[in-house]
């Protein structure tokens, strides 16, 4: 088993490396201070082949691995995160659910706009009442005609303000097994954007309501029955986050390290005390920990989605892991590192984000817990007996 990059992995590793450093690095870090989405960035990413790299090359992509795309993602969050959250969109994110099971008619419509940097798509799960809990999703969507009829409302979106497409998990009944996905686009009628609210990261997001929402028919992504195959592309996303957490704990390491060798305290680099190095050493083994989990499951995706488990112990491992590596960076720092004029105080909000975006640790070593045991947990009351229902 070969655990090293192979040549043409370490040399993409290095281009993305210098385009990062050359083309955003400037502008790092200030984006969501000014709260502006980095389209010039997204443009860029475009133009030099990184919008659709694990898309297929009949839509638009370029076939390549999610280890590929992983690895372009570390180089990039690491110089600038919201050019990273740029990548998301182009490669892990809702546009693979719309590659997968998008017709090609709308396809050709859509991902054209996306792939160059010029639009953006969220997927539109959690609910006020089904966060967690995607089984119990109230949006409701009937077919009439050659026209869908949606009524609910989703929370926390992705650039909700900014996108132009939301792919938009519904139920077409009342039974579970008629979950599915629709392709909602801003300003068709019956759809309104909540107001502009925003994380603890800085990042925006705002409510979806749709009431009595005209979607053509065509724009039906999974019809019923959809969980296994939302779920089944949900995993690439999940690895898009875990990797920019992954990426952020590394640039957070790096700082710390480069700061204890030059900040000195009692005449001696911080570097020299038993303490710091303790800490160095435990953040440096989670990080490669976490390294190792994520691109097993990337690679034994190969090109197409990584399995359940492997996705939840990664994504579940490494979100826990750098929020640890990052609370020690700020540690080592002091005072600097509390500082809004410093980068790792927004690493340490925006990666304590990724702990509850695309699922919790807890939930997480849920499945983990199933697939171990190779059952199903309900995390759900049990159900009163007839006797009791009487009574």
Not at 181 to 193: K, S
Request: proline share 5%.
């Amino acid at each position: 088993m070969d655990f090293t990059l192979t040549k043409e992995q370490q040399d993409l590793k290095k281009w993305a490396r210098d385009l990062a450093k050359e083309k955003f690095s400037e502008k790092a870090y200030t984006w969501v201070k000014n709260k502006e989405v980095p389209w010039e960035n997204a443009r860029i990413l475009a133009e030099h082949g990184l919008m659709g790299m694990t898309l297929p090359e009949e839509d638009g992509g370029q076939g390549m691995t999610l280890v590929e795309a992983i690895i372009v993602m570390e180089e990039i969050a690491k110089v600038c995160p919201s050019t990273a959250d740029m990548f998301q969109v182009g490669n892990f994110g809702a546009i693979r659910q719309l590659a997968a099971y998008g017709s090609p008619e709308l396809k050709a419509r859509v991902l054209p706009q996306i792939l160059a940097g010029e639009k953006l798509i969220s997927v539109a799960m959690s609910e006020p009442n089904a966060g967690s809990a995607t089984t119990d999703l109230e949006t409701r969507a009937r077919v009439e005609g050659d026209k869908v009829i949606v009524n609910g409302s989703k929370v926390f979106n992705t650039h909700g303000p900014h996108n132009e497409y939301y792919v938009v998990w519904v139920r077409f009944g009342e039974d579970v097994k008629s979950s599915g996905a629709i392709l909602i686009e801003r300003g068709m009628p019956g759809f309104v954007l909540g107001k502009t609210e925003t994380h603890m990261s800085g990042e925006e997001h705002c409510a979806l309501y749709f009431e009595d929402c005209e979607v053509p028919v065509g724009n039906i992504l999974v019809p019923d029955n959809g969980f296994k195959k939302l779920f089944t592309m949900f995993n690439i996303e999940r690895m898009g986050n875990t990797s920019r957490s992954l990426a952020l704990a590394q640039a957070a390491f790096d700082m710390a390290v480069e700061h204890a060798k030059e900040r000195h305290q009692f005449g001696r680099p911080l570097a020299e005390f038993q303490g710091i190095q303790w800490k160095v050493a435990e953040m440096k083994m989670k990080l490669e920990a976490g390294r190792l989990l994520l691109y097993k499951a990337a690679t034994n995706a190969d090109k197409g989605a990584p399995s359940p488990l492997e996705a939840s112990m990664a994504k579940c491992y490494i979100n826990t892991t750098a929020f640890e590596v990052a609370h020690e960076a700020v540690q080592i720092f002091g005072g600097y590192g509390y500082s809004t004029d410093y980068p790792l105080e927004y690493i340490f909000r925006r990666i304590r984000g990724w702990m509850i975006a695309g699922g919790t640790p807890e939930m997480l070593k849920n499945k983990i817990a199933e697939e171990v045991f190779d059952m199903r947990f309900s995390q759900r009351p049990p159900k009163p007996k007839n006797s009791e229902v009487l009574s």
